[in-house]
């Protein structure tokens, strides 16, 4: 497998050093756009944690991060790589545990050369992983966000991104909730609370092809 980029947060303080260096390293963006893949995980899809159609969204999502990734769309994973002492572990159990099979990206979507891999503790992808000062540092104002599940990590990860001012766009093909029937609740809480633009990874693709003169 190509290598991604894994960053932890003093790296992300590092790049503030290295201005001139990244402005060279990140050139090959030009969007204004930032794809995050959020939890689609092996514990989430087939494991301890699983809903039954968290799989239903793997194709979806496998086309959008690889028409991204040829738009020159960052496409962040940010993944649950949890310890023992987590709050979440007291309340959900056990999952996703750093290091653990159950934590890694599902063979279908893994990561690849000039992606980048953040991990998380908490159900939002920008507490405490560095998520912001990165997006800030590629000149990002717009999220994409998908993954598991709409009604948790979703829905936190998109409320810490309308806090820190970036627009919201959810393609509702490329999410899921953990309990049936919550999905179209969640999706419509994102829009009313957050402002989200809900949409599909076809409109989505059709966008950014357009980049590509498609």
């Known amino acids: 497998m190509e290598s991604a980029f894994t960053i932890g947060i003093e790296d992300i303080f590092l790049f503030r050093n290295f201005a001139p ?15 995050i893949v959020d939890d689609i995980l092996q514990d989430f899809v ?18 959008l991060i690889s028409v991204a990734r040829r738009a020159r769309v960052p496409v962040i994973y940010v993944c649950d790589a949890h310890l023992s002492s987590d709050l979440e572990i007291k309340w959900w159990g056990t ?4 290091g653990s099979a159950g934590a890694r990206v599902v063979e279908a979507l893994k990561p690849k ?3 980048y891999v953040l ?3 908490v159900y939002s992808s920008f507490y405490e992983t560095g998520l912001d000062l990165l997006l800030r540092d590629l000149g990002i104002s717009s999220v994409v966000i998908v993954g598991l599940y709409t009604d948790i990590c979703v829905r936190h990860s998109a409320a810490d991104a309308f806090y820190r ?4 766009i959810i393609p509702k093909d490329c999410v899921e909730s953990l309990a049936e029937g919550e999905n179209d609740y ?19 693709i059709r ?7 498609n």
């Open 186 to 204: 969640g999706l419509e809480y994102l829009r009313k609370i957050y402002n989200a633009k809900i949409t599909t990874s076809k409109e989505l």
């Open 95 to 98: 999952h996703a545990m750093k």
């Open 46 to 63: 087939f494991g301890k944690l699983k809903s039954n159609r968290a799989a239903g969204i793997i194709p979806s999502t496998k086309r």
């Open 165 to 168: 001012g970036y627009k919201i």
């Open 207 to 213: 966008n950014w092809n357009k980049r590509l003169g």
């Open 119 to 121: 991990e998380k503790r």
């Open 21 to 35: 260096t990244l402005i060279r390293r990140f050139e090959n963006f030009d969007s204004m756009d930032a794809l």
């Open 113 to 115: 050369k000039n992606d």
